[in-house]
C-alpha cells in the first residue's frame, strides 16, 4: 500500500485489466510481441477462451479491486471461434458500458474493442490510447472497495 | 482443505525475456505466494534440462501444479503439460504464463516490464491453485463420411476416402453429380477435354461399392459432434427408375413441355423429361417436377405411355434418410456472380452477350452447337469476340473486393478456342492485371498473346450495347491512353466466382463459420486450410474460395487425408475443459440453452444438462447465468475473480 | 368499470368448483385504505377481495413464494393457483413462465385491466391530500378519477395527479395473458414512456453530475435487501452478490464451501451498495417488467426505477426488446440481432 501511494505521487500509472479471447484478441497481442511493437505496460492481460465468457460481473469485480480501466476484447464479429459469442458479448457489454455511464463512471474507463488474430498493430495501438485517455482522469475510485 | 503446492517456474528463453524481466524476481516474487513451494528461473525451460529440471522438482517437492512463465501457450503449453504429465501429475495442473509475447517483446522499461511479468505469473498461480485434475474425454468415432457437393472437389474426396477402405455418402443437390467441371469444354494449360478426365471419376464413384451416392438430394439437418454426426438427408423424387432407364430418349421425345437447359446455362433447351447429359451420374433421364405440367394429379402422362422399360413412376414420394457418419467434407462449391448484378454489361439483355460458363458450353463438343463457335442471336460464327476480364471481381465499391483467381486463366483459354475455333476471327481481352501464377500458367497465356494473336487490351470497359445486330464495346487502353471502340459480333464475360446458393444454409446447418465473402472459412488461414472451424468438418474446393481444378483436388485430397486421419483413430478425445452445471442452483430458465452456440445444453427433469462432448468450454454459458449455475471447469469465476484479483495486486 | 363484487364472484366460483387451490389476491389492510394480499383456499374467504387504487403490490411474489415452498416439502404443484393480476404483474408472469419457472397451465390469471387509471403513489397521495392511504377510509375507481373519502368526506381526484410514475409511463395497463379479465382494455397516454427516466437524464447531463446523485444514493443504501425480497424475479436460491444466502445443504462439500465466490463484501459501503445494485439492475436486464415494487419499497427512497428503467430503455431501443411479452423467445442477453450497436467497440 505504502509503495503504491508513493506511485500515485510521482507519476499516475493507470491500472489495466484486459480480458482477450483466446482465439483472436489474445493470438493478436501474440503478433505484436512477435512483431516487437512496444505498447504500455499498463494492461495486464487475461486470456478468457471468448469475449463472450465475461460475465458483467468480472469487470465490475475489476473495478471494485481497484482497475483503472477494463478492457474486453474479442473477435470481429462474425470471426468469433465460437461463431456466436462475440455477438453476445456485444449485447451484454453494451448494457453494462451504458449503466457504468448511468451512474457517472467516465466513459473511458471501460473499452471494448475487436482484435483480430492478425492485427497486433491495432492490440498496441487500443493499449496505447487507453493509457493515454485513463491519464487525465487520475485514480478510479467511484467502484473501488472502501474498507470501512 | 489441504493446501495446494505450486511450482513456478520462469523462463529466460535465452535473453527474449531475460533482456527485459528481471526472471530472478519474478520467481522470487512468486515464491511468496501461498500456495507456492517452489519457484525457479532456467535459462531454456524448453529445453531438455530445462523440462528434466521441472520433472525432478515436481518429485522433490511433491508438487501438485505447475506454472511455466514463458512464451505463448500457444507454443508450450501441450509441451509443459505433456512434461508434467512425465512427471505424474495431471497435464491440467499445469498453467502457462505468457511473459514473452504479452510481455518481454512489447515493453522496453525493465521495471514496468518485471512488474507486469510477476502479475501475469500471480494470476497463472491462483488459476492453478483451483484447477481440477481433468481427464480428456474419450468418445467414440461413427467410420463414415458424409460428403456434400459433386462436384470435381467432392467427387475427389470421395473417392479418395472410398479407397481408403471408408464409407462414404455422396450428397448432391442437382440430378447428377459433375458440377461445374463438366460443364467445360477444355482445361487449361493443357487444354485436354473436361469430361474425358472428368466422366471415368463420375463412373467410379456411381460404382464404388463403399460410396453411396445421393443425387438430387440436399442436407436437412445435421446434430452431433466429431466423429458422431447425425446428418438427415432428404431426396427430391427423379420419378425414372435408373435401373430400368435404358436412355432410349422415348419419353423426351413425346414430353409438350420445352424450357431452358440449366446444364447448358440456357443456351440450349430441353424437355421436362430429360438427361442432363449424356454422361450424368446415375445414367438415367428424371423428370423434372418444376416444369412437368402436372404430376398430383397427372395431367400428361404421355411419357409413362411410352416408356417401354416401365421405368417412370409418378407416385414415387420424397425420401428423408438419417445417415450416421464421423466426419463431414463441405464441397459445396461456387456460381458465377449474377447476372442480376451485372446490367450495366448487357448481361441477360443481349443474346451475344455471354458468360464464361455459356462460352464453354458453345466450344464444346457435347454442347447446343456441337463445338462450333456461333453467336446465340443469329447461329453465325462470330468474327470479332471480346472477352473481358473481373466483370464483378476487385470491385469492393459496387460488387466483389476479391480476385476470382481463375479468370485471368479461363479467359487466355477461351480467347484460344475461339480462335482455334475460328482461325480468321479477332479477340480481344480486357484485363486489369494478368495473375498467371501457376505450373504451366504463364507460358499458357503467352501462348494466347503471341501464337494467337489475341489482343489484350489493359483497362475497363466503360459501356456496351447492342446496334444494328453488332455489339458496341467501349473501353479504355490504359497502356496507350486511347479510347477503344469495338463492334464485336460477341462479347464473354469473365463472372467473379461467388459461392453456390445454399452455401449460407449449409453453414447455418452445420455451424461452421463463413468470411466476409460468404465463403466457408477455414480454421486457420495457413495452418488449418481444410478444416472448419467446427470439428469434424473439413472443407475442399471453391466453396472455401476461388481456385481452378488443380487446387480444388489437391484441397479435396488433404480434407480426404485429413478425415482418414481422423476417422484411423480408435477413439476421440475432447478438450475435458467442458461446463458444468452446479445442479443445486440451476432454475431451469433455459438462457444458457440458448445463449450455446453448439446446443450443448438441454434441460432434464427442470435442470440443464451439458452434453460434455458438443461442449467446446467457450464460457457464453456461464456469463449468460445470473445464478451461478453454470461454469466450464478449470475456468470458473472463482479462478477469474482471483486472477482479477492478482492482477490488481488486490 | 370493474365491478369489485365480479372479482368476488369469480373467486368464489374457482375455488368452489376446486378448478383451483388457492387465489391470490388484495384484501383491505389493518389500516385505512391500504390493501394487503391475501391468499384465500375457501369459497366463503372470496367477498374478502378488494379490488382498487390501493392494490399496488405485484403479487407474482406470491406465487414464486408458493413454488419455493412446495420444493423445500418436495411438493408437486397440483392443481393451478389463480392470481388476480394487473397488467405488469400478468408480465411478470410471462416473464417467470418464458424462464421456465411456471407452466402456462399451473396459474389461473385473473386479469384486471387498469383501464384508464393505475394505481396510486402514497408519496403523490400525501401531497395532494395532505394524507396518505393508511389515513383514508374509502378510494375507489371511477372513471379517470379516483373517488377517496377523507376524515372531511368523499373526494374526487384526478387519477393522473396521484398515480404512481410507474403507471402513468405504463405501455400495457391490459393483461394480455389471461384465463379471464375484467375491465375492458383501453388506449391511453398518461406520460411518455420512461418519462421519468427522461427528466432524470435531462436534469443530470454530465457525468459529475450523474456521479453526484449516484453517490449520495448508494451511500444511503443500508442493504436491508427490501428491493429483492419484493421482486418476483429476484427467485434464485442464492443471490450471487450475498453470501449470506449461500445454502448449505446435506451434500454440500467443504470444496463447495470454499469455492463460493464472494463477489462483493457484506458491509454497507458505496463501493459494495453499488456493486450490488449494479449486479441486481444487470441481472434483471430484459427480466424487469416495471413493477416499481423495488422502488416503492426501499427504505432509504433509493430511486430504483431509474436503474431498471434505464436497461429497459436501452434493451427496447437498441435490441428491440421487451419482457414480458411472450413465453416463447430467448431472453435478453441470451439472444442477439446482427445489426445490434457496435460503434461503441474500438
Same mark, same amino acid.
Given at each position: 500500500?505504502?509503495?503504491?501511494?508513493?506511485?500515485?505521487?510521482?507519476?499516475?500509472?493507470?491500472?489495466?485489466?484486459?480480458?482477450?479471447?483466446?482465439?483472436?484478441?489474445?493470438?493478436?497481442?501474440?503478433?505484436?510481441?512477435?512483431?516487437?511493437?512496444?505498447?504500455? $505496460?499498463? $494492461?495486464?492481460?487475461?486470456?478468457?477462451?471468448?469475449?463472450?465468457?465475461?460475465?458483467?460481473?468480472?469487470?465490475?469485480?475489476?473495478?471494485?479491486?481497484? $482497475?483503472?480501466?477494463?478492457?474486453?476484447?474479442?473477435?470481429?464479429?462474425?470471426?468469433?471461434?465460437?461463431?456466436?459469442?462475440?455477438?453476445?458479448?456485444?449485447?451484454?457489454?453494451?448494457?453494462?458500458?451504458?449503466?457504468?455511464?448511468?451512474?457517472?463512471?467516465?466513459?473511458?474507463?471501460?473499452?471494448?474493442?475487436?482484435?483480430? $488474430?492478425?492485427?497486433?498493430?491495432?492490440?498496441?495501438?487500443?493499449?496505447?490510447?487507453?493509457?493515454?485517455?485513463?491519464?487525465?482522469?487520475?485514480?478510479?475510485?467511484?467502484?473501488?472497495?472502501?474498507?470501512? | 482443505?489441504?493446501?495446494?503446492?505450486?511450482?513456478?517456474?520462469?523462463?529466460?528463453?535465452?535473453?527474449?525475456?531475460?533482456?527485459?524481466?528481471?526472471?530472478?524476481?519474478?520467481?522470487?516474487?512468486?515464491?511468496?505466494?501461498?500456495?507456492?513451494?517452489?519457484?525457479?528461473?532456467?535459462?531454456?525451460?524448453?529445453?531438455?534440462?530445462?523440462?528434466?529440471?521441472?520433472?525432478?522438482?515436481?518429485?522433490?517437492?511433491?508438487?501438485?501444479?505447475?506454472?511455466?512463465?514463458?512464451?505463448?501457450?500457444?507454443?508450450?503449453?501441450?509441451?509443459?503439460?505433456?512434461?508434467?504429465?512425465?512427471?505424474?501429475?495431471?497435464?491440467?495442473?499445469?498453467?502457462?504464463?505468457?511473459?514473452?509475447?504479452?510481455?518481454?517483446?512489447? *515493453?522496453?522499461?525493465?521495471?514496468?516490464?518485471?512488474?507486469?511479468?510477476?502479475?501475469?505469473?500471480?494470476?497463472?498461480?491462483?488459476?492453478?491453485?483451483?484447477?481440477?485434475?481433468?481427464?480428456?474425454?474419450?468418445?467414440?468415432?461413427?467410420?463414415?463420411?458424409?460428403?456434400?457437393?459433386?462436384?470435381?472437389?467432392?467427387?475427389?474426396?470421395?473417392?479418395?476416402?472410398?479407397?481408403?477402405?471408408?464409407?462414404?455418402?455422396?450428397?448432391?443437390?442437382?440430378?447428377?453429380?459433375?458440377?461445374?467441371?463438366?460443364?467445360?469444354?477444355?482445361?487449361?494449360?493443357?487444354?485436354?477435354?473436361?469430361?474425358?478426365?472428368?466422366?471415368?471419376?463420375?463412373?467410379?464413384?456411381?460404382?464404388?461399392?463403399?460410396?453411396?451416392?445421393?443425387?438430387?438430394?440436399?442436407?436437412?439437418?445435421?446434430?452431433?459432434?466429431?466423429?458422431?454426426?447425425?446428418?438427415?438427408?432428404?431426396?427430391?423424387?427423379?420419378?425414372?427408375?435408373?435401373?430400368?432407364?435404358?436412355?432410349?430418349?422415348?419419353?423426351?421425345?413425346?414430353?409438350?413441355?420445352?424450357?431452358?437447359?440449366?446444364?447448358?446455362?440456357?443456351?440450349?433447351?430441353?424437355?421436362?423429361?430429360?438427361?442432363?447429359?449424356?454422361?450424368?451420374?446415375?445414367?438415367?433421364?428424371?423428370?423434372?417436377?418444376?416444369?412437368?405440367?402436372?404430376?398430383?394429379?397427372?395431367?400428361?402422362?404421355?411419357?409413362?405411355?411410352?416408356?417401354?422399360?416401365?421405368?417412370?413412376?409418378?407416385?414415387?414420394?420424397?425420401?428423408?434418410?438419417?445417415?450416421?457418419?464421423?466426419?463431414?467434407?463441405?464441397?459445396?462449391?461456387?456460381?458465377?456472380?449474377?447476372?442480376?448484378?451485372?446490367?450495366?454489361?448487357?448481361?441477360?439483355?443481349?443474346?451475344?452477350?455471354?458468360?464464361?460458363?455459356?462460352?464453354?458450353?458453345?466450344? @464444346?463438343?457435347?454442347?447446343?452447337?456441337?463445338?462450333?463457335?456461333?453467336?446465340? @442471336?443469329?447461329?453465325?460464327?462470330?468474327?470479332?469476340?471480346?472477352?473481358?476480364?473481373?466483370?464483378?471481381?476487385?470491385?469492393?465499391?459496387?460488387?466483389?473486393?476479391?480476385?476470382?483467381?481463375?479468370?485471368?486463366?479461363?479467359?487466355?483459354?477461351?480467347?484460344?478456342?475461339?480462335?482455334?475455333?475460328?482461325?480468321?476471327?479477332?479477340?480481344?481481352?480486357?484485363?486489369?492485371?494478368?495473375?498467371?501464377?501457376?505450373?504451366?500458367?504463364?507460358?499458357?497465356?503467352?501462348?494466347?498473346?503471341?501464337?494467337?494473336?489475341?489482343?489484350?487490351?489493359?483497362?475497363?470497359?466503360?459501356?456496351?450495347?447492342?446496334?444494328?445486330?453488332?455489339?458496341?464495346?467501349?473501353?479504355?487502353?490504359?497502356?496507350?491512353?486511347?479510347?477503344?471502340?469495338?463492334?464485336?459480333?460477341?462479347?464473354?464475360?469473365?463472372?467473379?466466382?461467388?459461392?453456390?446458393?445454399?452455401?449460407?444454409?449449409?453453414?447455418?446447418?452445420?455451424?461452421?463459420?463463413?468470411?466476409?465473402?460468404?465463403?466457408?472459412?477455414?480454421?486457420?488461414?495457413?495452418?488449418?486450410?481444410?478444416?472448419?472451424?467446427?470439428?469434424?468438418?473439413?472443407?475442399?474446393?471453391?466453396?472455401?474460395?476461388?481456385?481452378?481444378?488443380?487446387?480444388?483436388?489437391?484441397?479435396?485430397?488433404?480434407?480426404?487425408?485429413?478425415?482418414?486421419?481422423?476417422?484411423?483413430?480408435?477413439?476421440?478425445? *475432447?478438450?475435458?475443459?467442458?461446463?458444468?452445471?452446479?445442479?443445486?442452483?440451476?432454475?431451469?430458465?433455459?438462457?444458457?440453452?440458448?445463449?450455446?452456440?453448439?446446443?450443448?445444453?438441454?434441460?432434464?427433469?427442470?435442470?440443464?444438462?451439458?452434453?460434455?462432448?458438443?461442449?467446446?468450454?467457450?464460457?457464453?454459458?456461464?456469463?449468460?447465468?445470473?445464478?451461478?449455475?453454470?461454469?466450464?471447469?478449470?475456468?470458473?469465476?472463482?479462478?477469474?475473480?482471483?486472477?482479477?484479483?492478482?492482477?490488481?495486486?488486490? | 368499470?370493474?365491478?369489485?363484487?365480479?372479482?368476488?364472484?369469480?373467486?368464489?366460483?374457482?375455488?368452489?368448483?376446486?378448478?383451483?387451490?388457492?387465489?391470490?389476491?388484495?384484501?383491505?389492510?389493518? %389500516?385505512?385504505?391500504?390493501?394487503?394480499?391475501?391468499?384465500?383456499?375457501?369459497?366463503?374467504?372470496?367477498?374478502?377481495?378488494?379490488?382498487?387504487?390501493?392494490?399496488?403490490?405485484?403479487?407474482?411474489?406470491?406465487?414464486?413464494?408458493?413454488?419455493?415452498?412446495?420444493?423445500?416439502?418436495?411438493?408437486?404443484? &397440483?392443481?393451478?393457483?389463480?392470481?388476480?393480476?394487473?397488467?405488469? #404483474?400478468?408480465?411478470?408472469?410471462?416473464?417467470?413462465?418464458?424462464?421456465?419457472?411456471?407452466?402456462? !397451465?399451473?396459474?389461473?390469471?385473473?386479469?384486471?385491466?387498469?383501464?384508464?387509471?393505475?394505481?396510486?403513489?402514497?408519496?403523490?397521495?400525501?401531497?395532494?391530500? &395532505?394524507?396518505?392511504?393508511?389515513?383514508?377510509?374509502?378510494? %375507489?375507481?371511477?372513471?379517470? #378519477?379516483?373517488?377517496?373519502?377523507?376524515?372531511?368526506?368523499?373526494?374526487?381526484?384526478?387519477?393522473?395527479?396521484?398515480?404512481?410514475?410507474?403507471?402513468?409511463?405504463?405501455?400495457?395497463?391490459?393483461?394480455?395473458?389471461?384465463?379471464?379479465?375484467? &375491465?375492458? !382494455?383501453?388506449?391511453?397516454?398518461?406520460?411518455?414512456?420512461?418519462?421519468?427516466?427522461?427528466?432524470?437524464?435531462?436534469?443530470?447531463?454530465?457525468?459529475?453530475?450523474?456521479?453526484?446523485?449516484?453517490?449520495?444514493?448508494?451511500?444511503?443504501?443500508?442493504?436491508?435487501?427490501?428491493?429483492?425480497?419484493?421482486?418476483?424475479?429476484?427467485?434464485?436460491?442464492?443471490?450471487?452478490?450475498?453470501?449470506?444466502?449461500?445454502?448449505?445443504?446435506? #451434500?454440500?462439500?467443504?470444496?463447495?464451501?470454499?469455492?463460493?465466490?464472494?463477489?462483493?463484501?457484506?458491509?454497507?459501503?458505496?463501493?459494495?451498495?453499488?456493486?450490488?445494485?449494479?449486479?441486481?439492475?444487470?441481472?434483471?436486464?430484459?427480466?424487469?417488467?416495471?413493477?416499481?415494487?423495488?422502488?416503492?419499497?426501499?427504505?432509504?427512497?433509493?430511486?430504483?426505477?431509474?436503474?431498471?428503467?434505464?436497461?429497459?430503455?436501452?434493451?427496447?431501443?437498441?435490441?428491440?426488446?421487451?419482457?414480458?411479452?411472450?413465453?416463447?423467445?430467448?431472453?435478453?442477453?441470451?439472444?442477439?440481432?446482427?445489426?445490434?450497436?457496435?460503434?461503441?467497440?474500438?
Amino acid at each position: 500500500m505504502m509503495h503504491e501511494q508513493q506511485q500515485t505521487q510521482t507519476q499516475y500509472e493507470p491500472k489495466i485489466v484486459a480480458f482477450l479471447c483466446k482465439w483472436c484478441s489474445s493470438a493478436g497481442s501474440d503478433l505484436a510481441g512477435v512483431s516487437r511493437i512496444q505498447y504500455p $505496460a499498463h $494492461a495486464t492481460p487475461i486470456t478468457v477462451m471468448c469475449s463472450g465468457s465475461v460475465s458483467p460481473q468480472y469487470i465490475l469485480s475489476a473495478f471494485n479491486k481497484g $482497475a483503472d480501466g477494463v478492457l474486453v476484447s474479442g473477435c470481429h464479429i462474425g470471426d468469433c471461434h465460437y461463431m456466436e459469442g462475440n455477438y453476445l458479448a456485444r449485447r451484454k457489454l453494451y448494457l453494462i458500458n451504458e449503466m457504468l455511464q448511468f451512474i457517472g463512471v467516465e466513459p473511458t474507463r471501460f473499452r471494448m474493442s475487436w482484435v483480430s $488474430a492478425a492485427e497486433g498493430a491495432k492490440f498496441a495501438n487500443i493499449v496505447k490510447d487507453f493509457v493515454e485517455d485513463l491519464r487525465p482522469l487520475g485514480p478510479q475510485d467511484k467502484l473501488k472497495a472502501q474498507h470501512p | 482443505m489441504t493446501k495446494k503446492r505450486t511450482g513456478v517456474f520462469v523462463c529466460h528463453c535465452g535473453s527474449n525475456i531475460a533482456a527485459t524481466v528481471d526472471v530472478a524476481a519474478v520467481a522470487k516474487a512468486m515464491a511468496s505466494e501461498e500456495s507456492v513451494v517452489c519457484a525457479r528461473d532456467y535459462v531454456y525451460m524448453c529445453s531438455d534440462p530445462g523440462q528434466n529440471a521441472v520433472i525432478q522438482a515436481i518429485k522433490d517437492n511433491q508438487l501438485d501444479s505447475v506454472v511455466v512463465s514463458c512464451c505463448s501457450p500457444n507454443l508450450h503449453e501441450k509441451t509443459f503439460r505433456d512434461n508434467a504429465k512425465s512427471a505424474g501429475l495431471n497435464s491440467f495442473t499445469c498453467e502457462i504464463a505468457n511473459i514473452r509475447e504479452q510481455c518481454s517483446w512489447v *515493453h522496453k522499461d525493465r521495471g514496468q516490464a518485471t512488474e507486469k511479468a510477476i502479475r501475469i505469473s500471480r494470476s497463472a498461480v491462483r488459476r492453478a491453485g483451483r484447477n481440477l485434475a481433468l481427464e480428456p474425454i474419450a468418445v467414440g468415432v461413427t467410420r463414415r463420411v458424409l460428403v456434400v457437393g459433386g462436384g470435381i472437389a467432392g467427387i475427389q474426396a470421395s473417392l479418395d476416402l472410398a479407397n481408403a477402405g471408408f464409407e462414404v455418402v455422396l450428397v448432391e443437390k442437382n440430378a447428377t453429380i459433375g458440377g461445374h467441371m463438366i460443364q467445360l469444354s477444355e482445361t487449361f494449360p493443357t487444354l485436354d477435354c473436361s469430361q474425358c478426365i472428368l466422366s471415368p471419376k463420375m463412373v467410379e464413384v456411381s460404382r464404388h461399392p463403399k460410396i453411396t451416392l445421393m443425387t438430387s438430394s440436399e442436407v436437412e439437418e445435421v446434430s452431433g459432434y466429431i466423429g458422431n454426426f447425425k446428418a438427415k438427408i432428404r431426396s427430391k423424387p427423379m420419378y425414372v427408375d435408373p435401373d430400368k432407364c435404358k436412355i432410349c430418349d422415348d419419353c423426351s421425345q413425346v414430353c409438350p413441355v420445352v424450357v431452358p437447359n440449366q446444364y447448358d446455362l440456357g443456351v440450349s433447351a430441353r424437355r421436362a423429361i430429360y438427361i442432363p447429359y449424356a454422361q450424368a451420374i446415375p445414367a438415367s433421364y428424371t423428370l423434372d417436377e418444376a416444369s412437368c405440367l402436372g404430376l398430383n394429379p397427372v395431367v400428361c402422362g404421355k411419357c409413362k405411355d411410352v416408356c417401354e422399360a416401365g421405368a417412370i413412376d409418378y407416385d414415387v414420394q420424397p425420401r428423408t434418410v438419417i445417415e450416421d457418419v464421423g466426419a463431414v467434407v463441405l464441397a459445396t462449391g461456387f456460381d458465377l456472380y449474377g447476372q442480376d448484378h451485372l446490367g450495366s454489361y448487357g448481361l441477360g439483355q443481349y443474346e451475344d452477350v455471354l458468360d464464361g460458363l455459356q462460352f464453354e458450353r458453345l466450344c @464444346s463438343a457435347s454442347g447446343p452447337t456441337k463445338g462450333h463457335v456461333l453467336r446465340p @442471336s443469329d447461329h453465325k460464327e462470330p468474327k470479332d469476340v471480346v472477352f473481358i476480364q473481373c466483370v464483378g471481381s476487385r470491385d469492393p465499391a459496387r460488387h466483389c473486393s476479391y480476385c476470382s483467381k481463375i479468370c485471368c486463366m479461363y479467359t487466355a483459354k477461351h480467347a484460344r478456342l475461339y480462335k482455334h475455333h475460328v482461325p480468321d476471327g479477332r479477340a480481344y481481352v480486357f484485363y486489369i492485371d494478368i495473375r498467371s501464377g501457376g505450373k504451366g500458367y504463364e507460358e499458357f497465356v503467352q501462348r494466347t498473346m503471341e501464337d494467337d494473336g489475341t489482343l489484350y487490351l489493359r483497362g475497363r470497359v466503360s459501356s456496351i450495347y447492342e446496334d444494328n445486330g453488332k455489339i458496341r464495346v467501349f473501353g479504355n487502353d490504359t497502356l496507350s491512353g486511347q479510347n477503344v471502340e469495338i463492334e464485336a459480333d460477341m462479347v464473354v464475360l469473365a463472372l467473379a466466382m461467388q459461392p453456390s446458393t445454399g452455401t449460407a444454409e449449409i453453414a447455418k446447418i452445420l455451424k461452421v463459420g463463413r468470411d466476409k465473402d460468404g465463403f466457408l472459412a477455414e480454421a486457420h488461414p495457413k495452418l488449418r486450410p481444410v478444416e472448419s472451424v467446427t470439428a469434424g468438418i473439413f472443407l475442399a474446393g471453391a466453396a472455401q474460395g476461388p481456385k481452378d481444378i488443380p487446387e480444388t483436388v489437391s484441397q479435396a485430397s488433404a480434407a480426404a487425408a485429413k478425415v482418414i486421419m481422423l476417422l484411423s483413430q480408435p477413439q476421440l478425445t *475432447h478438450s475435458p475443459m467442458v461446463a458444468r452445471v452446479r445442479s443445486r442452483l440451476c432454475t431451469g430458465c433455459e438462457m444458457c440453452v440458448d445463449a450455446c452456440p453448439y446446443d450443448a445444453i438441454r434441460l432434464e427433469n427442470g435442470k440443464a444438462v451439458v452434453n460434455d462432448v458438443l461442449c467446446e468450454g467457450c464460457g457464453t454459458c456461464s456469463a449468460t447465468c445470473v445464478r451461478a449455475a453454470i461454469e466450464v471447469k478449470n475456468a470458473t469465476p472463482l479462478q477469474m475473480q482471483e486472477m482479477i484479483g492478482a492482477v490488481l495486486n488486490f | 368499470m370493474i365491478n369489485p363484487q365480479d372479482l368476488c364472484t369469480r373467486a368464489r366460483d374457482l375455488l368452489a368448483s376446486g378448478e383451483v387451490r388457492a387465489v391470490v389476491g388484495y384484501r383491505r389492510g389493518s %389500516r385505512g385504505m391500504a390493501a394487503e394480499p391475501v391468499v384465500i383456499t375457501k369459497p366463503e374467504e372470496a367477498a374478502s377481495l378488494v379490488w382498487d387504487p390501493s392494490c399496488v403490490h405485484n403479487l407474482a411474489l406470491y406465487l414464486v413464494a408458493d413454488r419455493k415452498r412446495l420444493a423445500h416439502l418436495h411438493q408437486t404443484p &397440483g392443481k393451478p393457483i389463480a392470481i388476480v393480476a394487473k397488467g405488469c #404483474d400478468a408480465r411478470a408472469l410471462v416473464v417467470l413462465m418464458q424462464e421456465n419457472y411456471f407452466k402456462r !397451465e399451473e396459474v389461473y390469471i385473473l386479469g384486471v385491466s387498469c383501464e384508464s387509471t393505475g394505481v396510486w403513489d402514497d408519496q403523490k397521495l400525501m401531497q395532494r391530500l &395532505g394524507c396518505d392511504s393508511q389515513s383514508l377510509t374509502g378510494g %375507489r375507481f371511477d372513471g379517470d #378519477d379516483f373517488v377517496v373519502t377523507t376524515a372531511t368526506g368523499e373526494q374526487r381526484i384526478s387519477a393522473p395527479e396521484c398515480m404512481a410514475d410507474r403507471c402513468l409511463e405504463c405501455r400495457h395497463p391490459f393483461p394480455t395473458m389471461n384465463n379471464v379479465v375484467l &375491465g375492458e !382494455e383501453k388506449a391511453r397516454t398518461l406520460a411518455a414512456p420512461f418519462a421519468a427516466l427522461s427528466r432524470f437524464e435531462e436534469a443530470t447531463g454530465t457525468q459529475p453530475a450523474r456521479w453526484a446523485f449516484w453517490q449520495r444514493q448508494f451511500e444511503r443504501c443500508i442493504r436491508c435487501f427490501a428491493c429483492r425480497s419484493v421482486c418476483p424475479m429476484c427467485y434464485c436460491e442464492e443471490c450471487i452478490v450475498d453470501s449470506i444466502t449461500f445454502t448449505v445443504a446435506l #451434500d454440500t462439500t467443504a470444496a463447495e464451501k470454499a469455492n463460493r465466490v464472494r463477489w462483493i463484501q457484506r458491509s454497507a459501503t458505496r463501493s459494495e451498495n453499488i456493486g450490488y445494485h449494479m449486479t441486481r439492475a444487470l441481472h434483471l436486464a430484459g427480466r424487469c417488467i416495471d413493477c416499481g415494487e423495488c422502488e416503492r419499497v426501499c427504505p432509504v427512497h433509493i430511486p430504483l426505477r431509474l436503474l431498471n428503467n434505464k436497461l429497459e430503455k436501452e434493451s427496447r431501443e437498441k435490441f428491440g426488446y421487451e419482457p414480458g411479452v411472450s413465453i416463447e423467445i430467448a431472453s435478453l442477453v441470451s439472444s442477439f440481432r446482427d445489426d445490434d450497436p457496435n460503434d461503441f467497440i474500438r
